[in-house]
């Protein structure tokens, strides 16, 4: 079995416990104990929840996870088991995926700059699919990996997204032809077409854009007497839960601009590689406030009646750029904290700045917030930090990565159990519908091991 989740430390979270109540539980203990160390609590049942939700909204598509956006040994077994596919840029991930049981067809090594021991890496772990934006690449693997079934990159138009770095990459429409001649030159297969739009994109619309010019490749390919099935829509869906209208947005344009330039029965496989969506709500971080600093705040016309007009406050946390919040760097990101002690709602405000504890002028979380008063040892708790955070990246700062506490409610287990096939649906009382498969919410395909038809709704 692939993705085996039962030797992973999981805390089972009983109906009417909420993994708030669980973050409640670890904060006392950890004061009992007179621990200030920052930790993240993950809801795995959300990465169950958004997987079903996908499967639902874009019915077409065989996701896959990029790992670069959160490389979690439970995520990843997690979803092994769920059967998604997986997008490595780097040996490590490879080896912590073949770890997890997924067969090599489901693995597409990405990543635009290969090194060469990470190709002869995946070529000895008989893993085939690699993306390529250039002639460079093509030369590398059609040296040391001349089995490889290679998928063109493609550029989107970067103008519209917000400043990922990875829409950098891609060959630009112009230049798709010569490579494809240069690979057939090579010898080296080509299969199919991917793109990414780039995460926190906000234009849906780089959707359909993205997929007309796909088109155009395949057509390309057609014309070189390439025989390529597969496209690789990329990441970019929205990760938080205020986004799900978004998330809905985007993916009905998927869905228009595949029924028109891919319609069903073309014989082309297409494959999404998510990042942020599977995991971005489901990380919640906890972190302290280890030091703290009054300061006059000189602002011009600041009203001497109003106490927070005055002063305000400097904030170190025990965690800072350096490690999980990287993505303040990175994405771009204004992480907003909820305080967990109770303030009574009239308690003044004051312009409040959040930095992390190396005392860097780069390491600044946030800034110009409006917030109470805090003291030292106050508990500051961070939504939606799953992806490109912590949990992501080997801490810069060479400080211990901070412990992530895994949580799933035994509904999503349930679900988890009925797609990967050991538990039977719930049985129905009326005998006769058994047959019928909306009766009992899951329809087994051939495609994923299981489709939900619905899911419980008590998931969704
Ligand atoms: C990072 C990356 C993704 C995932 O992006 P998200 O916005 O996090 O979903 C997908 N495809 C490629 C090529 C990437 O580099």
């Known amino acids: 079995m692939t993705g085996c989740l ?12 909420t993994t708030k109540d669980l973050l409640e539980t670890l904060l006392k203990e950890a004061s009992q104990r007179g621990s200030r160390e920052a930790f993240f609590v993950a809801d795995l049942g959300d990465v169950v929840k958004k997987h079903l939700r996908l499967l639902k909204a874009l019915p077409r598509v065989k996701p896959f996870y990029a790992l670069k956006c959160n490389r979690s040994k439970e995520v990843v077994h997690l979803l092994a088991g769920l059967g998604v596919g997986f997008g490595c840029a780097k040996k490590p991930e490879l080896a912590l995926v073949k770890s997890a049981g997924v067969p090599v067809d489901r693995i597409i090594c990405t990543g635009p700059c290969k090194q060469m021991s990470h190709i002869r890496y995946a070529a000895s772990q008989g893993v085939q699919l690699m993306t390529f934006d ?12 001349p089995s490889a079934r290679m998928i063109l990159s493609l550029a989107t138009d970067e103008s519209r997204s917000s400043g990922c770095p990875s829409v950098r990459f891609g060959a630009t429409l112009k230049s798709c032809r010569q490579l494809l001649e240069t690979a057939k030159d090579m010898n080296v297969e080509v299969v199919g077409v991917s793109f990414h739009i780039g995460s926190g994109c906000t234009d849906p619309q780089m959707f359909t854009q993205s997929i007309a010019d796909a088109r155009l490749v395949f057509e390309m390919g057609a014309e070189l007497g390439y025989k390529m099935h597969l496209l690789d829509i990329g990441g970019g869906f929205p990760g938080a839960e205020e986004a799900k209208g978004r998330f809905e947005e ?41 030091a703290k600093k009054e300061v006059p705040l000189d602002q011009p016309g600041s009203d001497d009646d109003d106490p927070g007009g005055k002063k305000s406050f400097v904030y170190h946390l025990n965690d800072g750029v350096y490690g999980s919040f990287s993505s303040v760097i990175f994405n771009n990101t204004c992480p907003v904290p909820i305080l967990h002690k109770k303030l009574s709602p009239d308690s003044p405000l004051y312009s409040s700045s959040l930095w992390g504890p190396t005392g860097d002028g780069l390491d600044r979380i946030a800034e110009g917030m409006d917030l109470p008063e805090l003291h030292v040892g106050d508990w500051l708790i961070f939504e939606t930090m799953g992806a490109y955070t912590g949990p992501a990246s080997s801490s810069l700062s060479g400080a211990q990565p901070s412990r992530i506490h895994y949580a799933m409610s ?18 129905e009382e009326d005998q006769e519908c058994t047959c019928a498969p909306l009766s009992c919410g899951w ?12 899911a419980p709704a008590s998931i969704m």
């Open 250 to 290: 985007a993916t009905n344009v998927v869905n228009s601009a595949l029924d028109l330039y891919f319609p069903e029965g073309c014989g082309v496989e297409i494959i999404a590689e998510l990042g942020r969506y599977y995991v971005d709500s489901a990380f919640t971080f906890m972190i302290n406030i280890v």
């Open 134 to 145: 250039n002639e460079v690449e093509l030369g590398k693997v059609a040296k040391s990996h």
């Open 443 to 454: 329809e087994i395909t051939d495609t994923l091991c299981v489709t939900p038809v619905f």
């Open 410 to 427: 035994r509904v999503a287990w349930q679900a988890v159990q009925l797609l990967q096939g050991k538990l039977l649906p719930p049985e």
């Open 6 to 17: 039962d030797d992973l430390d999981i805390t089972m979270v009983e109906e009417g416990f």
